[in-house]
């Protein structure tokens, strides 16, 4: 077991990665966005005001890695223009018994104002959409659901990419 750990820290450091405690948790630094759910051995990926993107394994992990400024802008000026959106919650009192595919799917992100700038509360904006979600979030107004989506799969694809 030591080995393994061992092995397991020499290969997060050789390939850029850095065991940290859990963004929510310890880290001070605000976080904009963070989708969640399970894929792939992922619970959680949380972009940090800071340009770092922690990433939370479903074995306890947390992975660090620092976003390029054009990825990083991208995100913030998504999270900037949704925090204007409405957002529709519903909850469904019957659910399908459907097991989907396991994804990513819940996009939460940080308030905005112009004048304070991001806030520490998290907002759910968008959830998955399917028969088997009793919960439901999600922009009232198309353009913005279109933007929470193209949000939530930057940052999967950025997470993804680091497993």
């Known amino acids: ?7 397991a820290l020499v290969l997060a450091t050789f390939t850029g990665f850095q065991t940290t405690a859990e963004a929510r948790s310890i880290d001070p630094t605000k ?4 989708v969640s759910g399970i894929e792939n051995g992922i619970e959680q990926a949380v972009v940090l005001e800071d340009g770092r993107m922690q990433i939370k394994t479903n074995e306890g992990w947390v992975l660090a890695k620092t ?3 054009a990825a990083l802008n991208a995100i913030v000026e998504n999270v900037k223009s949704l925090s ?3 957002i ?3 909850t469904s009192m019957v ?4 097991i989907p595919e396991q994804r990513l799917s819940d996009l939460y992100i940080a308030e905005y104002d112009i004048e304070k700038g991001f806030g520490k509360k998290q907002q759910h904006v968008l959830s998955a959409s399917g028969c088997w979600v ?3 979030a999600e922009p009232k107004e198309g353009v913005y659901k279109e933007l929470a989506k193209e949000l939530r799969a930057q940052i999967r ?3 993804l990419d680091e497993i």
Do not use: P
């Open 157 to 159: 694809i950025l997470a």
């Open 134 to 136: 009793a919960n439901k």
């Open 1 to 7: 077991m030591t080995k393994f750990l061992a092995l």
């Open 67 to 69: 976003l390029s400024g």
């Open 88 to 90: 529709v919650r519903s």
């Open 31 to 34: 976080v904009i966005a963070s």
């Open 84 to 86: 204007q959106a409405e």
């Open 95 to 98: 659910v399908c018994m459907m």
